[in-house]
């Protein structure tokens, strides 16, 4: 971060001013940090049998090692879902699952693991420094209540956290300014595509890379080297496990009878289950299509359409086409554009069609790459939308599952940090002062 750019983020009218935002927001932070601990140790309290999806999956990995069809239900033992993930990862999951240790100990594994996530995530134009991983921790942990849902359900996607914060540690750092072949960012394009071939559906966040500041041609290198990251774990699990893919084909699509299946109706706060809602409650018989049509309005309404204007005011109507502005201002102003890229993401991702209630952890994860380099009164309303407001639901009882307060908040924390960092560069532009002509040089969004 430049120091303009630090300057007219952090700084208030006069030094005493700004010491006191910073001991009420120290304040608030630590009572956020206090309401999120109370959260998780009121579940640990709770007589309930957690750990469900950890030990289908280890019972689906125990299957395959008895040679059985892990996608049949009935080859499970002491469950009634279904393994949703692609044939090759049973024998990547192997390991995890040898020995019982994870299904018996899993909460205190995924605790370590959220924290690791935590310390692997960058911060944009910073040096890392603890207060700041202290506020992505707390942000991981406490964040739209995702954390607590994959704690109480064992799910896995604790190891999409980890390896999307190794992967946006690898692709949000300094360019490269020369021909060389830019290896950090290669792998983590490559990891980011494994990682998301883990839901098929997030798949839309790869595009995010073109935001990145490089030149066109490296940009698209890396969405090809992610692609192919992508389709690397389909194409094996097709070519090593052709039987096993089969059945994993029908067990997504609902056509092994009589068991659980992953359907894209099932229960989840999506904005398509959003839009899907609305059309039961308007009773419109075979609305399939208005479904649909409502959620495509949704999503470029709420996510698209805020993200596009926003650069498009930022890169102004300088010459030459659009790809070409958009592409010159992105190396001009490498920091917003990595800030860009996490918006992005995290935009893309809220868009799925399948967004399940532990899938916002690693909405989380997006998000705290964010956060540290917010003003102070835009990061306590971050932190009240997006931790305690959920977590307060959570506390009191209401219940979660089947609605929207996830996807609710959010989008408005989303739509809070991307105008925030909209009106950033008009304030940089201000406190530098400097000529209207020079503002695409300068740095900030």
């Known amino acids: 971060m430049s120091e303009i750019t630090g ?14 935002r910073n001991v009420w927001l120290a304040g608030l932070i630590a009572l956020v940090a206090l309401l999120v601990a109370a959260n998780l140790a009121n579940d640990a309290a709770l007589d309930t049998r957690y750990g469900w999806d950890v030990r289908v999956n280890c019972a689906a990995v125990d299957a395959h090692i008895d040679g059985l069809d892990p996608y049949y ?3 499970l033992k002491e469950t009634k879902f279904s393994y949703p993930y692609l044939p090759v990862t049973l024998d990547a999951f192997r390991p995890l699952c040898a020995g019982g240790f994870l299904v018996a100990h899993h909460r205190g594994v995924f605790l370590v693991l959220a924290v690791l996530s935590s310390i692997f995530l960058p911060g944009i134009g910073r040096t890392r420094n603890l207060c700041d991983v202290a506020l992505k921790s707390l942000y991981v942990f406490g964040a739209f209540v995702g954390f607590e849902w994959v704690l109480a359900s064992g799910n ?7 390896l999307t914060a190794a992967a946006l540690a690898l692709l949000l750092r300094p360019t ?13 394009a490559a990891l980011l595509g494994i990682v998301l071939s883990f839901k098929l559906v997030f798949c839309p966040v790869l595009a995010a890379l073109y935001f990145l500041p490089l030149s066109r041609r490296r940009k698209l290198v890396l969405m090809a080297v992610a692609g192919l990251g992508f389709a690397l774990p389909i194409l094996v699990s097709i070519v090593f496990y052709p039987n096993l893919f089969a059945s994993w084909l029908l067990a997504i699509t609902g056509g092994i009878p009589d068991q659980h299946s992953v359907q894209i109706e099932e229960t989840n706060p999506s904005l398509l289950l959003l839009a899907q809602t609305i059309v039961d409650r308007a009773g419109v018989a075979d609305g399939k299509p208005l479904v649909f049509a409502i959620y495509a309005l949704a999503a470029t309404a709420f996510v698209l359409v805020p993200l596009g204007w926003s650069l498009l005011r930022a890169i102004g109507n300088s010459a030459g086409s659009l790809p070409a ?3 010159r201002w992105l190396i001009d102003h490498p920091l917003a554009a990595m800030r860009i890229t996490a918006l992005a993401m995290s935009g ?27 003003p102070a009164l835009t990061l306590a309303a971050v932190l009240t939308i997006g931790v ?24 408005i924390c989303f739509w809070i940090v991307l105008w925030t960092q909209s009106g950033a560069s008009e304030q940089v532009v201000r406190a530098a002062g400097v000529e209207p002509a020079q503002r695409l040089r300068t740095e900030g969004f």
Not at 7 to 20: K, N, T, Y
Not at 352 to 372: G, N
């Open 7 to 20: 300057a007219v983020r952090w700084s208030g009218p006069s030094a005493d001013r700004a010491g006191r």
């Open 73 to 75: 239900v009935k080859n």
């Open 156 to 162: 896995f996607a604790i190891l999409g956290c980890v």
């Open 176 to 188: 490269v300014s020369d021909n060389r072949p830019d290896v950090p960012r290669i792998a983590g």
């Open 325 to 327: 502005r958009l592409d």
């Open 348 to 374: 893309l991702y809220l868009c799925s069609p399948r967004l399940k209630e532990y899938a916002f952890l690693e909405l989380a994860v997006y998000f705290a790459v964010l956060i540290v380099d917010l």
């Open 388 to 411: 305690v407001m959920p977590t307060l639901v959570s506390i009191t009882g209401m219940p979660i599952e089947g609605g929207f307060v996830q996807l609710g908040c959010a989008l």
